[in-house]
């Protein structure tokens, strides 16, 4: 049995979360339209992304987390649809860049990215305290990542260590890191043996442009679909069950391999270090947060 998702590719606006809920609603409108009962929009899509500080960022925040959770779950119960979609959470005086996770059948749940880069919102944001989860509804078994995120095998492995079939990724790819859609993507999707789903947005933020190109990789790193550089609805189909067929037999008892079952977990106790002084000192490649 497939599975219809959708990326929806918006342009939302920063610091406008009233009119970046409505556009989200039209967007996951078209989505149930074309089928989609699984639908990923953009990084940050209900508040916008390039803020200038922690001070202005907080009432953003604040404003979006009295309204957008229930106004999203709203949308997932009307068009029977699991919907991911970006945004920022307030936690006292710091911020999350979150993902809300709203599930037709009511459940909810909020992904917070690990791993921050130094743009827009996430200078001044918390890394997420937990590890990625897998969620199941309708026979899908899915993660959520964002953006930067993807950056790091070892997040997207969880996910797949977990059960998921399909990787959820709202992002915000600026002009200049091609090689996010171009290479991680794919190859997150084919060494997991997973769908990758990613939903970009459009538009330019404080001189940060967007590039747009949302996609839907499948489990071998083919590209199923892929959006252009303006608004677009992305849609395709995922089959779950295939996904799972991790023992891949290319010639049966001639060329096979199985990039989970094939893992050899005892000789990666190295993974868990800081990394060699390359450039910084070993402290900085940890975030506090992480070790005693």
């Known amino acids: 049995m497939t599975i219809r ?16 809920l409505d556009l989200i609603a039209r967007a996951v409108g078209d989505a149930a339209a074309a089928g989609s009962t699984f639908t990923v929009l953009p990084e940050a899509a209900v508040t916008g992304y390039a803020f200038a500080s922690l001070s202005e960022a907080l009432p953003v925040a604040r404003k979006a987390e009295a309204i957008a959770e229930r106004t999203l779950l709203g949308l997932a119960e009307t068009h029977r649809m699991t919907i991911v979609c970006g945004t ?11 993902a809300l996770v709203l599930l037709p059948d009511g459940r909810r749940y909020r992904y917070r990215k690990m791993h921050l880069p130094f743009l827009g919102v996430d200078r001044f944001a918390t890394p997420g305290p937990d590890a990625p989860s ?10 959520v990542l964002i953006c930067y995120d993807l950056r790091f095998p070892e997040a997207a492995r969880i996910c797949s260590l977990e059960g998921a079939d399909l990787i959820a990724l709202p992002t915000n790819w600026p002009v200049g890191v091609e090689f996010h859609p171009d290479l991680f993507a794919p190859a ?14 459009i538009g330019t933020e404080r001189g940060t442009t967007f590039m747009g190109r949302s996609l839907l990789v499948d489990y071998e790193g083919q590209v199923l679909a892929r959006a252009g550089d303006g608004e677009e609805l992305l849609t395709g189909e995922v089959d779950p069950e295939a996904a799972r067929v991790t023992h891949v037999q290319r010639r049966p008892g001639e060329h096979e391999w199985d990039t989970i079952g094939d893992r050899r977990p005892g000789l990666y106790e190295r993974l868990l270090r800081p990394g060699a002084d390359r450039q910084h000192p070993p402290s900085a490649t940890q975030y506090s947060g992480d070790v005693e």
Do not use: M
């Open 188 to 201: 997150r999707a084919a060494e997991n043996h997973c769908y990758v789903l990613a939903a970009d947005r």
């Open 88 to 98: 920022l959470e307030p936690d006292a005086d710091e911020v999350f860049n979150t």
């Open 134 to 143: 897998v969620i199941e509804i309708d026979g899908l078994r899915f993660g």
């Open 5 to 20: 998702v959708a990326a929806c590719q918006i342009d939302p606006k920063l610091g406008e979360v009233e009119a970046n």
